[in-house]
């Protein structure tokens, strides 16, 4: 219950919100260091790098999930 | 400390319905704040916000004669310090029937450098160290001080061109390979991948996806130190993901990854403890490390699956920022896992920003991790005690502090500073300190 709730208050959310398009002139905000999804790169490596060989479970961040490394994650 | 999926999942409920109201409600900033960011590269658009300091000639603003030029357009370094301590099975620093030490410290330097050839292509080149030293928490030490000091060493560059999309106005489209090393003592990996992003709706919506493919070879080192032969393995990872601009304050992310592996995936010097029982014959002090170690063994493929949603949102009368992130991983090794994470930033000062994150890590474990095997198990059997592939939960809390300098001096390239702490916990007894320090330039 809880589950199907939160996915469709997410999904339900995204869709209304995004029927307004944004144009470029207004996405000064957008553009701040503090919104940048993925985060500085360098600090993202190094964080994905860690974190990746200390855990089982990588992916999802547009990388693969193993390989590249004597770790075996 | 055990976490139930339906109080992670209710707990990520209230977080989530919080933060769509926040970007449903659409707060229209004021018109009059300051344009002083750094400019940012592929952003929420494809095309970078324009630097105003650097408009000072018709030429410049109409790029004439840049067709054929190189420019370097920015540098990054960071440098990392990792303190690890910590006990796991597979490590033979310790008693014969473990867990032995995870200690070891890690000096991380990393480097980036962007350039801007013409007008559409670029070249983002990445290169990373890790410098291990290790107090012996693989068999290679039995033997050997030959790995006590482990170097690691890796390039990738990324070229990619960006040109505005022949069937939808507003919208651009980047093409994009991927080459690359990895060198770690007798380690070699050789990376290679080509991606492309396409935006929709003058740029509103992006669609990305990429396809990537890891080679790696190396020497089979066994637990006892020896090293007979080299083996390889094979690596394929796609991913895909949507991003979408939800009002001029918010933004959010959707992103699928499936990687395919086959080849040897253990680490042929790992080791897994053999747990004698009342009345079988213990190995004597002098017994070679096979008579009470079995090696680690992994199955030839595995198939990882990997979602994960990020959202952000900017609160302009308090100039915060707020990061949620989910991710669902699973694979055919047996392993789900929930991460979670929030991410908080605050603008102290229009140069000075602190951001505050805490992350939650649950696993269940791969199905043939034990910490310790009974005698006489088939060799072939597959077989782990590796710590990180064991069930736990995962605590982290980060912080930063960045300078922002170009809205400080007068020089609109003057560089940013950051300096950034993290602490990990892990309930199988490992714990991490990570002290990171970071500058970037434009130019």
Redesign the interface.
């Known amino acids: 219950m809880l589950h199907s709730m939160f996915w469709g208050s997410l999904i339900g959310g995204l869709t209304i919100s995004a029927c307004t398009p944004v144009p470029q002139s207004r996405r000064q905000y957008l553009a701040d260091p503090t919104m940048q999804l993925g985060g500085n790169p360098l600090e993202a490596r190094a964080l994905r790098k860690y974190r990746g060989t200390r855990e089982g479970a990588n992916g999802g961040d547009g990388k693969a999930a193993g390989g590249g490394c004597g770790c075996a994650n | 400390m055990a976490i139930s999926y339906?109080s992670f999942?209710?707990q990520?409920?209230w977080i989530?319905?919080l933060s769509?109201i926040l970007?449903?409600a659409?707060i229209e900033?004021e018109s009059n704040?300051p344009?002083s960011?750094?400019?940012?590269t592929f952003?929420?658009?494809l095309?970078p916000?324009p630097d105003s300091g650097e408009r000072s000639s018709d030429e410049s603003i109409l790029e004439i004669g840049r067709e054929k030029t190189w420019k370097i357009e920015s540098v990054?370094?960071?440098v990392?310090v990792?303190i690890q301590e910590g006990r796991g099975y597979q490590s033979q620093a310790g008693p014969r029937e473990g867990p032995g030490s995870e200690k070891l410290l890690?000096f991380?330097p990393?480097?980036?450098l962007t350039l801007r050839q013409g007008l559409n292509w670029r070249h983002d080149i990445?290169w990373?160290m890790?410098i291990v030293t290790a107090a012996s928490p693989d068999a290679i030490d039995a033997t050997t001080s030959a790995s006590r000091e482990n170097e690691?060493g890796?390039v990738v560059v990324t070229s990619s061109v960006q040109r505005e999309s022949p069937l939808l106005s507003q919208s651009h489209q980047v093409w994009s390979v991927s080459y690359g090393v990895?060198f770690?003592?007798h380690?070699r990996?050789f990376?290679a991948g080509m991606g492309f992003k396409q935006g929709l709706?003058?740029?509103?919506?992006t669609i990305?996806a990429?396809i990537?493919g890891?080679y790696?070879s190396?020497d089979a080192v066994r637990i006892d130190g020896n090293n007979n032969d080299r083996k390889d393995?094979?690596?394929?990872?796609v991913?895909g993901?949507w991003?979408?601009?939800?009002?001029?304050?918010?933004?959010?992310?959707l992103?699928?990854?499936?990687?395919y592996?086959t080849g040897t995936?253990?680490?042929t010097w790992?080791s897994v403890p053999i747990h004698f029982s009342p009345g079988q014959t213990m190995p004597s002090a002098t017994a070679t490390v096979k008579q009470y170690r079995y090696p680690?063994r992994?199955p030839d493929q595995?198939k990882?699956?990997?979602?994960?949603?990020?959202f952000?949102q900017?609160i302009?009368p308090t100039r915060s920022?707020l990061?949620l992130g989910y991710?669902f991983?699973r694979?055919d090794?047996g392993?789900s896992?929930h991460?979670g994470e929030i991410k908080a930033?605050q603008?102290l000062v229009p140069w000075i920003?602190l951001?505050g994150s805490y992350r939650l890590?649950t696993?269940n474990?791969?199905d043939f991790f034990a910490a310790r095997m009974p005698n006489g198990v088939d060799p072939a059997q597959a077989k782990t005690s590796?710590s990180?592939?064991a069930p736990f939960v995962?605590h982290?809390w980060g912080a930063?502090l960045?300078f922002?300098l170009s809205d400080l001096l007068p020089s609109r390239r003057a560089p940013?500073l950051?300096v950034?702490y993290?602490r990990?916990i892990?309930s199988n007894h490992?714990h991490?300190h990570?002290l990171?320090l970071?500058y970037?330039q434009l130019f």
């Open positions: 339906a999942v209710s990520l409920s989530g319905g769509i970007g449903g659409a900033p704040e344009e960011k750094q400019t940012a952003a929420s658009g095309v916000v990054s370094a960071r990392g990792l890690v991380q990393l480097g980036s990445q990373a890790d690691a890796e990895h770690e003592e380690w990996t990376i709706f003058a740029d509103n919506s990305a990429n990537l890891i790696d190396f393995r094979g690596t394929i990872a991913n993901s991003t979408q601009i939800l009002s001029s304050i918010s933004i959010a992310s992103a699928y990854g499936f990687t592996q995936l253990e680490n790992n680690e992994f595995r990882r699956h990997a979602v994960a949603f990020q952000a900017h302009p920022s990061h991710r991983y694979d090794f392993l896992a991460s930033y603008y920003y951001r890590h696993q474990g791969v590796d990180d592939l995962a982290e930063k960045a922002l940013q950051d950034a993290t990990y892990r490992l991490i990570f990171s970071g970037g």
